[in-house]
């Protein structure tokens, strides 16, 4: 999936949060994209993943404990397989993919201005807004806070 | 290739100057506290791979001694299974931001089959 509508977006579920990126940030989506877990990670790397001859970092943002302003108790219930797709973003000349279940363009959304609108339990730091689609509240994630946060440099190291 | 526990784990074949069977060698003997292993008059220090991948050790271990980085290191691991050629083209580096620590235990990432394997650092362990 690449290309579509510059200001597009991609959403998708993080336990029981509706998040999207923006599309333009987006390189593809994987399914079922073969983690393979890396001791000695940080805890919120789920491992790496062959992608086109790259060991691409994947992160798990439900075990990023600063992403969350409450413990995500019970949103991935033990023995349950991570999400199933493999968001691949682009930051500066890094590549990263972000695990994610349902993954689909939003299409139909609208802001949501209200200041007191009520994040859930992401923490406002990591969005740059907030949305209305379908009912429901989409956190907007910001790629230039949360990646960096991850500990991805914008550049190779 | 070798198996820690249930994963199996690419060592570079130049980095094994010896693989160590403790029931073939008559004088080779651990010694915990120092994390060392006795063999032929000569100490290694011993990397406990089982231990950071999260799994335990099985009934029978044989012993990887490497050349790393900083010398000599031994790895116990459960078995070693075979070697393979993998063209370095096709291993990709791990990205170094990755890792919670500075020294890490591996290196590299290559297609085997329908699985992904990790290669490991050698240069790391000592």
Known sequence: ????????????????????LPLACVREVVQNPGVVPVPGSH????????????????????????????PAIGERPGGRPAPPHLIVC??????LGVLGDQVDLLEDHAPLDDPASDP?????EYLSGLLRSGGEVVALLDPERLFPSLGVPAERT | MVSVGTGRYAVAADAVSRIMDP??????????PAAEAVCGGARFPVVDLHSAVGQTPGPSC??????????????????????????????APLPSFIFARDRRLFRGLFSDGRESRLLLDEGGLS
């Open chain 2, 23 to 32: 029931a073939q060698e008559a004088d080779f003997r651990r010694e915990a």
């Open chain 1, 120 to 124: 859930g339990r992401v923490r406002r």
């Open chain 2, 62 to 91: 044989v012993y990887l001694v490497l050349e790393g980085g900083g010398g000599r290191v031994v790895v116990p691991v459960d078995s070693a299974e075979a070697i393979r050629e993998v063209p370095a083209a096709s291993i």
């Open chain 1, 43 to 70: 805890p919120h790397v789920a491992g790496v993943a062959l992608n086109r001859g790259v060991a691409l970092p994947v992160y798990d943002l439900l075990e990023f404990a600063p992403f969350w302003s409450s």
């Open chain 1, 1 to 20: 999936m690449t290309g579509g509508p510059a200001r597009g977006l991609i959403a998708f579920r993080v336990g029981a949060t509706r998040a999207a």
């Open chain 1, 90 to 95: 682009g930051f500066g000349e890094v590549l």
